[in-house]
C-alpha cells in the first residue's frame, strides 16, 4: 500500500539519531508510506566499517551522494563514486566502509519499512555507554539485522579496516 498523501522533506529536516560515530537523519518513515517503505539519509567518517550482515525481511538500495563507498555484496567488494547506486537484498551478506579521507553520505531506501528503528535503538544503547557487540547483535534481532563477524575478517585485512565499537 503506498502513502496517500504527498511527502515533502525539506533539506536539513529529518530526525537526526547518532551512534558511535555514525550519524543517521530518518527522512521518510513507514509510518508517512503505510509501511511500503522508509528513506534515512546517512554520514560516515572516513575508515567507517558497517560489518557483515544480512536481513532477511528488508531490502536496501543506496544512492552516494558524496565520498567514496567500498561495498561487499554476497562474496563481491566494489567500489562506488557519488551517483552510484547498488541494491542489497534480502537473504544476501553485505557491508558498507569508507575509502579516501572524506566522509560519505548516502540515502539508504528501505522495503518494506521499518528498518529506521533499528538506527534508533542503537543510538539509545549508545547514549547510556559504549556498546557491546553482544548488544548490538540483540538490537540487531530485534531490527532483522543478523550480523556475520564471520565474513568480516578478509575485509579488514584487504581493506586495512576496524570493527566499529
Known amino acids: 500500500m503506498a502513502a496517500k498523501e504527498m511527502i515533502v522533506v525539506d533539506p536539513g529536516a529529518g530526525s537526526p539519531v547518532s551512534a558511535l560515530g555514525f550519524k543517521t537523519v530518518i527522512k521518510i518513515r513507514g509510518e508517512q508510506t503505510s509501511g511500503a517503505f522508509s528513506i534515512v539519509e546517512n554520514m560516515l567518517p572516513p575508515g567507517a566499517f ?11 538500495v543506496s544512492y552516494l551522494l558524496e565520498g567514496e563507498l567500498g561495498v561487499m555484496v554476497a562474496e563481491e567488494d566494489f567500489q562506488l563514486r557519488p551517483g552510484s547506486f547498488v541494491v542489497r537484498p534480502r ?4 557491508a558498507l566502509w569508507v575509502t579516501g579521507t572524506r566522509p560519505a553520505r548516502f540515502l539508504d531506501i528501505f522495503t518494506p519499512a521499518g528498518h529506521e528503528a533499528f538506527f534508533e535503538e542503537v543510538a539509545q544503547i549508545a547514549s547510556l555507554s559504549p556498546p557491546t557487540a553482544k548488544q548490538l547483535a540483540e538490537a540487531g534481532l530485534q531490527h ?3 550480523f556475520m563477524p564471520e565474513l568480516a575478517p578478509p575485509l579488514v585485512k584487504k581493506y586495512n579496516l576496524r570493527m566499529p565499537g
Do not use: F, K, L, Q
Request: charged residues 35%.
Open 91 to 94: 537473504g544476501v551478506p553485505h
Open 144 to 146: 532483522d539485522v543478523i
Open 50 to 60: 558497517v560489518p557483515p550482515h544480512r536481513h532477511e525481511r528488508i531490502d536496501e
